[in-house]
């Protein structure tokens, strides 16, 4: 097949610039070292301004609100947020206050959702357990992600031996199941504040040793970092300028996974008993304390159950969506 019916065929099936207009071209229209010029009959030449750019910001929003299940996640933890920073404003009553001469009603207009067995408000009591709930959970993932965080850089960045001796005491920490650990340090410690941060917070921590190890050791490898470190840079210009910037984005999507489970936690120390202790309102203590009134007052357990139930449904669809934006296999799927 000649060239002729070969450009021929191509423009047939549609490819674009397969009929140039090689037959006009002259001498005039090469340049004196015999090159084409970069602006020509049938060609052009894009400036870096003209290059398609993608707004990262819009490339998140659309990949993170893309699932509706994310955006009413979202939309209901945003509201959960408002509620306890708004709580004194909203609640109705104050939730420690007693009213002994109206107790266990049920629902009406002064009291929507009745109140408890001491007459405090129930609809109160559970606006100010978000406060507890939500501090609580993110106490928890902030300080066990600085725990592990700093563990997992130590790690990557020391020996071999060293790096096998972390990691295998991870492993072991990893192995006790999570509750009998966290049983284990509130029975040490007691039931305060301090105690529910440092037993939730230490069962956490392993899952950021093992990110953040993971990444060191791949970033390492990297030429450019080993060149910087063959020139003498140390350490922490490696950790600031490469790990870190690397790390982010998982180990974003790991704290707000965690944080789900945080909440979890507080809640089910509330409700053995070890957590923070009564006047003060925390939906686990609240389910326990209503379940000797299930058949007369449901709501005393369910209302409390219930707001747990939609916070950590909230937190695991607002990780969900941060991991679709942040992950790096998807950037540009999606526009």
Avoid at 92 to 101: A, C, F, K, T
Wanted: hydrophobic share 55%; proline share 5%.
């Amino acid at each position: 097949m000649d060239d002729h019916n070969m450009k021929d065929n191509l423009a047939a099936e549609g490819f674009a610039g397969a009929e140039p207009a090689v037959e006009n071209l002259t001498a005039e229209d090469f340049d004196a070292d015999g090159f084409m010029p970069e602006e020509g009959e049938g060609f052009q030449v894009l400036e870096d301004g003209m290059l398609p750019m993608m707004d990262e910001r819009k490339r998140f929003l659309k990949i993170f609100f893309h699932r509706k299940t994310v955006a009413i996640g979202f939309g209901i933890f945003v509201a959960m947020l408002l509620l306890a920073v708004l709580a004194p404003v909203v609640a109705p009553y104050d939730p420690y206050v007693q009213d002994l001469g109206n107790v266990l009603t049920g629902p009406a207009a002064n009291h929507l959702l009745g109140t408890d067995a001491l007459g405090r408000d129930l609809l109160s009591r559970v606006i100010f357990g978000s406060r507890v709930a939500i501090l609580v959970g993110m106490v928890c993932v902030v300080v066990s992600a600085l725990i592990g965080v700093t563990i997992g850089l130590v790690a990557g960045f020391s020996s071999q031996a060293v790096n096998s001796v972390i990691m295998r005491i991870t492993d072991a920490i990893m192995a006790i199941p999570g509750l009998i650990l966290i049983l284990l340090i509130v029975a040490v410690f007691g039931s305060n504040i301090f105690a529910i941060i440092l037993a939730v917070s230490l069962g956490m921590f392993p899952g950021y040793i093992r990110l953040v190890n993971g990444q060191v050791l791949s970033v390492r490898q990297n030429d450019y970092v080993l060149a910087e470190l063959a020139m003498g840079a140390k350490h922490s210009r490696i950790i600031l300028t490469h790990i870190l910037p690397n790390v982010f984005s998982p180990l974003i999507v790991q704290m707000s996974m965690m944080l789900g489970g945080a909440i979890m936690s507080e809640a089910m120390l509330s409700f053995l008993g070890l957590g923070l202790a009564p006047p003060i309102a925390a939906w686990g203590r609240m389910c326990f304390d209503g379940q000797k009134y299930l058949s007369m007052r449901p709501l005393l357990s369910l209302a409390p159950g219930f707001m747990i139930m939609l916070l950590v449904f909230s937190v695991n669809m607002v990780g969900d969506g941060l991991r679709d934006a942040l992950d790096p296999r998807l950037r540009g799927t999606l526009g």
